[in-house]
């Protein structure tokens, strides 16, 4: 918790007729990442972009392309997403049949890894898997939709997260995603988060002021 906090905006929120401007905005606001949603209509009941609108949007910014992956099975779409410039590979548990063979699959092709888990999914999911991983999700809402409420129940769960990787002293950064605001976002730090995700709050709060928003968010 002495790391930096670490703002990512979700774009998911962003206006989908103009993104490549929306990252520029972002970027000149002060954002630190930004969170790509990819959903496939099956892990998720809801469908948003892919790999060949990424590849697109990575010239526009030099920022850490931070892409959650809600697809199942993710294996076979890991190449296209670290080919079209993802820094970060996110995905979740369930989406796999081999955790550690998609951890190996991310890092072949150079890129950070990290591993979600949605509200109900318990730490025992990913914990033999801590000391190979750059990154937790723990999402706040069930995963789908931006725009939700923030589910406190899941604090619990990340501040136990916070405390195994203090204690096994590994570099592995946690990240909160899902109706974060600026009520729970101390909140959210003081549990143990160094990242936090945010679309609705960035895209929408004060007249939709980038800048001010993730200030509020980083320094709230
Ligand atoms: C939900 C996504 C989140 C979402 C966050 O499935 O993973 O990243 O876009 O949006 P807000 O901040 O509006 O909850
Ligand atoms: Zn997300």
């Known amino acids: 918790m002495s790391a930096p ?3 990512s905006p979700s774009i998911l ?4 007729s103009k993104l490549g401007e929306e990252i520029i905005s972002l970027e000149k606001a002060g954002a630190d990442y930004i969170h790509i949603d990819v959903m496939d209509g099956h892990f998720v009941p809801n469908i948003t972009i892919g790999p060949e609108v ?4 990575r010239p526009v910014t030099k920022l850490t392309f931070d892409v959650h992956l809600m697809i199942a099975p993710v294996d076979p779409f890991i190449k296209d997403f670290a080919e079209a410039g993802a820094d970060i590979i996110t995905f979740h548990p ?4 081999d955790i550690s063979k998609t951890i190996k699959l991310i890092r072949s092709h150079g890129k950070k890894v990290g591993v979600s888990l949605k509200p109900l999914s318990p730490i025992s999911l990913i914990e033999n898997y801590l000391n190979e991983i750059d990154l937790i999700l723990i999402m706040s809402v069930n995963p ?5 409420k923030f589910m406190p129940e899941v604090l619990d769960k990340m501040k136990s997260l916070r405390e195994i990787v203090e204690q096994k002293k590994l570099k592995v950064d946690i990240e909160i995603d899902g109706g974060i605001n600026f009520d729970n976002s101390k909140k959210a730090k003081d549990f143990g988060a160094n990242i936090l995700v945010s679309g609705s709050t960035v ?3 004060n007249g939709g002021n980038l800048q001010k928003n993730i200030q509020l968010l980083r320094t709230n």
Not at 13 to 16: E, G, H, I, R, V
Not at 54 to 57: F, G, V
């Open 144 to 148: 789908g939709f931006g725009g939700q």
């Open 13 to 16: 929120s962003a206006d989908f």
């Open 5 to 7: 906090i670490k703002i």
């Open 203 to 205: 895209f929408k709060e």
């Open 54 to 57: 990424i590849k697109r949007l």
């Open 94 to 97: 369930e989406a796999t049949e």
